[in-house]
Each structure stands twice: as C-alpha cells, then as structure tokens.
C-alpha cells in the first residue's frame, strides 16, 4: 500500500528503529511511546485489520509478543506487559506491546495532558531517534 506508514517500514522507505525482523514479521519501537519500550509488531504483508490475518501469522505475532513481554518486565520491572492487536490509527494489522505501569496506559487516557486538557493527537508524546534507539539496547535487541 503506496500510503501505509507501516508497509514504508517493511519497504525500508519510512525509518523506524527494529527490534526484530525475519521473512514475515517485524518489531519495532513506537515513535510516541506510551511507555519506554512500546512496541509494534506488524505482518510485512499488508493486512489491513486482524480478522483477515492468517491465523499461523497471528500465532508469530503472540510468540513474538510474549518473547518481548519478558524482557520488558525484566528491564522495566513491571508486573504487567500490555499485548493488544489493532488497526485503528494505521489500517495494517498490528500488535501493541506496552509496558505497564499504570492501570490506564494502554486506554485514551495517554492522550490526556492535565487534568482538564486533551490532544487527540499524540505528537506531544513523540521521542527522538537516540531515545528509541537507547531502548532497543537496554532490551539487547537487534534487527
């Protein structure tokens, strides 16, 4: 898809910080994290939402998921990681993988910047390439 950020990410045209990548699936870091670590995993083909993934590709992801889940509660010390499938914001199937450390942050609550102000939009959470990449080798991760 000539207008997927995601299918840029595959194709190597859009930058992205990679956790993990092999024929079929890759990982990378959220360029407006709701936790150090937030991440994505994506299919390389494009799908455009979860009910449509080959169920064996949505096995990868999890595997995957859970694989990344252990590291970030051991590097991050939470109890908790968050694995959610989506295709809201971005019509290409993908995987959240969110540290926890507060009950709220994997709900729209991250779009919350005081008490009384929302921002629909998350470019007041973007981190710079450095951070991300000082992510990927705090998790020992290389593509």
Known sequence: ????????????????VVLY???????FLDI?????????????QHFETFDVLP?????????LGQALARKLKSIYH????????TGGDIAHAHAHVVPMVEK???????????????????????ADRDTLCSVRQQLGMAP
């Open 1 to 16: 898809m000539d207008d997927c950020v995601f299918c840029g990410i595959v194709e190597g045209t859009v930058d992205a």
């Open 21 to 27: 990548e092999d024929d079929d699936i890759i990982a």
């Open 32 to 44: 407006a994290p709701i936790r150090p670590g937030h991440s994505h995993i994506i299919p390389k």
């Open 55 to 63: 169920a064996e590709l949505a096995g990868r992801i999890i595997a």
């Open 78 to 85: 939470v109890d908790r990681v968050a694995f959610v499938f």
């Open 104 to 126: 709220t942050d994997i709900t729209s609550a991250r779009y919350i910047v005081g008490a009384q102000e929302l921002r629909w939009a998350s470019e007041h959470l973007n």
